[in-house]
């Protein structure tokens, strides 16, 4: 069963940029597709994009401009990084995956990673 | 402003059964794209409680239920627990723009 890992700075400063990693451990990162998700406080889930082990990627539209997702084959591992970030961009973030083998859109996703909270403040 | 519509709230008393709603449109769960559920406790990440509209993955109780029909679907909980007492989120993909994922903004169960 895979199992996933993340972690990455708690605190940011408005304007630089979020960084958080997720580790993939019990199988590779082929087969899936790997997502970001955050929950801002008082508010929802939101998703912000995936990516595949090949790198393929599809963002949330509004957010598109400020993210950048990508994989480390070598190491197991994927990546998030938010640009421009203000206080909007406080939440708890996880990492997740959607199988990604047949019906693309039947899967949920049934692996998450713990959340990793950010702040960000001056 | 979620793309899928769910109430706030709902509450029920141990024993009973409550229904929660989940409203899109044609460029998503009318599509017809899958719906897909998840079950959020404090303090924890999402737990998928259904996919694929109905289906519950392993280890899943069968108290947990969905249905879809047209733009809307439905999850229902029966025999409500304690431990039931979440906030419970719909997804689907929207095919608007460049397609993609959207969640329900949310449904707090009480469970009195």
């Known amino acids: 069963q895979v199992q996933v890992q993340q972690w990455g700075a708690g605190l940011s400063k408005p304007s630089e940029t979020l960084s958080l990693t997720c580790a993939v451990s019990?199988?590779?990162?082929?087969?899936?597709?790997w997502n970001w998700i955050r929950r801002s406080p008082g508010k929802g889930l939101e998703w912000i994009g995936e990516i595949n082990h090949s790198g393929t990627t599809n963002y949330n539209p509004s957010l598109k401009s400020r993210v950048t997702m990508s994989v480390d084959t070598s190491k197991n591992s994927l990546s998030l990084n938010l640009q421009s970030v203000t206080a909007a961009d406080t939440a708890v973030y996880y990492c997740?995956?959607?199988f990604g083998r047949g019906r693309y859109y039947y899967y949920g996703m049934d692996v998450w990673g713990q959340g990793t909270t950010v702040t960000v403040s001056s | 402003q979620s793309v899928l519509t769910q109430p706030p709230s709902v509450s029920g008393a141990p024993g009973q059964r409550v229904t929660i709603s989940c409203t899109g449109s044609r460029s998503n769960i009318g599509a017809p794209y899958d719906v897909h559920w998840y079950q959020h406790l404090p303090g924890k990440a999402p737990k998928l409680i259904i996919q694929g509209d109905t289906s519950r993955p392993s280890g899943v109780p069968d108290r947990f239920s969905a249905s879809r029909s047209g733009t809307s679907a439905s999850l229902a909980i029966t025999g409500l627990q304690a431990e039931d007492e979440a906030v419970y989120y719909c997804e689907s993909f929207d095919n608007s723009l460049s397609g993609f994922w959207v969640f329900g903004g949310g449904t707090k169960l009480t469970v009195l």
């Open positions: 997740a995956a959607r």
């Open positions: 019990g199988g590779s990162l082929s087969g899936y597709y």
